[in-house]
């Protein structure tokens, strides 16, 4: 292999993997003439038409990164075949880049997987009503039990202390006061709540356990105790959506198959249930349990023990807009709940009908094995053969925090952000004019998108006087903002606003011809360092299938006789010759 074209390999391939962590994931889209972007072509199942659902659009383009991808991967392949010479190497060789080719086509559809997923959460927000809230659930990792002077001793064998965390969203509408002519008549004023005009609030359960398991049984006995806490202090709140990662405990027949029996104890129904992809980034309930570990952490500097429940939520109570319960639960065992296939489902939606001929409601559940694609199978209640009939209920021996006021996510502060903002101000020595009118631009919007528009920067529109000092972390997301606040409300809420942080050559071709066309005078603007390349039609290179990204099981394969034998055999080896 000559230099020159290790150097371009070495480069190519380095273009592919920025494109995959910053880009791809700007142009995935559900409706998109490359294949290689379109969700709905990636993700519909050609073996089942309940999840199955056709483009209206032709696939007829060719995104240039992408097929950089897979010209460099079979170049590599073809370097490999043309200078190794040795036919047991070459093997070897070609063997491990197929397996890492495989890995790469993995992670490109996991990355598509996860945007699209990630819009069943917009959705449930922006479809908030007053009747409905939004809950993301999660297992924090075990607390160790730590003293502010332990010996060596008490350092080893510790037993985590379980604690779970569940972060509710709700819309809070704000009403607007509007009164008649009083030319003709002298009506009192009336109430009007404007369906546009709300703000979000949160609050979050916290629940340890000293000892539990963190099955099923645990969780459900944890939504049941939510779900009556909420009606106690908001008792116009029906229904609920859940989301929660991919763990048993959350994605498991027992855990979606005890709605009803929720709904009879506690009367919140639940309407959806959703799991993100596996390791698909972090979210509310991780930034929550950040912030009650470092609570945790300075009350142990302070020169105190946490090393049970009780001691935890006298740590933890300082958190702002949490409510701690220590619980201990007895798990009693009953029979196995099965529900066939359903690792498979990702998106579960119950429907109550309410029939005036029977007493008893009936209960459908429709599923998808990804978001919206295809009208999903049909399940009906009476068609399960076991389904939860007795829920738990939690032992709350002691509680902190108990029914706390709602967070506004629009105008939360901490003191910390407002003394730094101070300190930002003075130096940069901003005038009376500029605080008043650039303090709190990004808090003024009622509604989200509105929020969002006014948050983000354009660096075209915007003075030089004006600071932003918190960007958004997430690939391709350009916002920013003056308030810490609202970087977490963003994160929890918000929408990204996703921008290409490099354009193709095509797009940067149209943008300059756009700027030219809207603009009286020239403007001189450097091309990036894009890289462009031919169409070639190579037979190597296989065109993608419908369903590429879906997640595909890996079977279990188990050793043959033949590698058990020789395993043995150099097993007997060891212990004859003494050499391991």
């Known amino acids: 292999l000559t230099a020159i074209d290790a150097t371009n390999l070495k480069k190519d391939l380095q273009h592919c993997r920025n494109y995959l962590k910053s880009d791809y994931k700007v142009h995935v889209s559900s409706e998109s003439n490359v294949p290689d972007h379109c969700s709905t072509f990636a993700l519909s199942d050609i073996t089942s038409k309940c999840w199955q659902r056709n483009c209206d659009h032709d696939h ?3 995104c240039d990164r992408c097929e950089l991808l897979k010209i460099t991967l079979a170049k590599l392949r073809a370097f490999i075949e043309q200078y190794q010479t040795d036919t047991a190497v070459c093997d070897r060789l070609l063997y491990r880049v197929q397996q890492q080719v495989q890995d790469i086509k993995e992670w490109k559809a996991h990355l598509l997987r996860t945007i699209h997923q990630d819009q069943a959460r917009i959705d449930i927000l922006h479809n908030l009503d007053s009747e409905t809230v939004m809950i993301q659930v999660d297992w924090a990792m075990k607390w160790l039990p730590v003293k502010y002077r332990e010996s060596t001793k008490d350092h080893f064998a510790k037993r985590g202390i379980s604690w ?66 909420l009606q106690q202090t908001e008792p116009d709140i029906k229904y609920v959506h859940l989301r929660s990662d991919n763990a048993g405990c959350y994605h498991s027949a027992e855990a979606l198959l005890s709605v009803e029996q929720l709904f009879n104890e506690t009367g919140i129904w639940i309407k959806s249930i959703d799991f993100c992809d596996p390791q698909s980034g972090k979210g509310p309930c991780d930034r929550i349990a950040a912030v009650v570990k470092c609570s945790i952490r300075r009350f142990v500097n302070e020169k105190n023990n946490c090393t049970n429940a009780i001691e935890f939520l006298t740590a933890a109570e300082r958190t702002n807009g949490v409510e701690f319960y220590a619980s201990e639960i007895q798990n009693s065992h009953t029979e196995k709940i099965e529900w066939k296939g359903v690792k498979q489902i990702n998106n579960i939606e119950y429907i109550l009908d309410f029939t005036p001929e029977s007493t008893k409601p009936s209960i459908e559940v429709r599923a998808w094995q990804s978001w919206k694609i295809g009208p999903g199978k049909v399940y009906r209640w009476l068609d399960f053969e076991k389904t939860v009939q007795k829920i738990n209920p939690l032992h709350i021996f002691h509680s902190k925090n108990v029914s706390i006021p709602w967070i506004n996510d629009c105008h939360e502060k901490a003191g910390d952000v407002i ?103 020239l403007r001189s603007t450097p091309l990036m360092s894009i890289t462009v390349i031919q169409p070639v039609k190579n037979p190597i290179i296989s065109s993608l299938s419908k369903n590429w990204a879906s997640h595909k099981p890996k079977p279990s394969v188990r050793f043959n006789d033949k590698q058990k034998q020789f395993l043995l055999d150099k097993f007997n080896e060891g212990v004859n010759t003494g050499s391991k």
Not at 450 to 457: D, K, T
């Open 60 to 62: 007829d383009q060719q």
């Open 164 to 229: 779970h965390l569940a972060y509710v969203i709700r819309k809070k509408f704000s009403e607007s006061t509007s009164s008649s002519d009083s030319s003709f008549t002298s009506e009192e004023n009336v109430t009007n709540r404007n369906p546009n005009n709300y703000t979000f609030q949160h609050k979050t359960f916290c629940h340890v356990f000293d000892q539990c398991v963190q099955n099923a049984k645990t969780v459900i006995s944890i939504l049941r105790h939510i779900f009556l806490m």
């Open 419 to 521: 003394i730094f903002f101070f300190v930002i101000n003075n130096l940069f020595s901003f005038t009376d004019e500029n605080r008043s009118n650039h303090s709190y631009q990004d808090e003024s919007s009622s509604t989200e998108d509105e929020n969002e528009e006014e948050s983000n920067v354009n660096h075209t529109s915007t003075s030089e006087k004006e600071h932003y000092f918190f960007d958004c972390l997430t690939s391709g997301c350009t916002a920013r903002y003056r308030s810490y606040a609202n970087l977490l409300r963003h994160y929890a809420t918000g929408k990204h606003k996703m921008k290409l942080e490099k354009h193709s050559l095509i797009d940067k071709s149209k943008i300059l011809f756009h700027q030219h066309l809207s603009t009286n005078h």
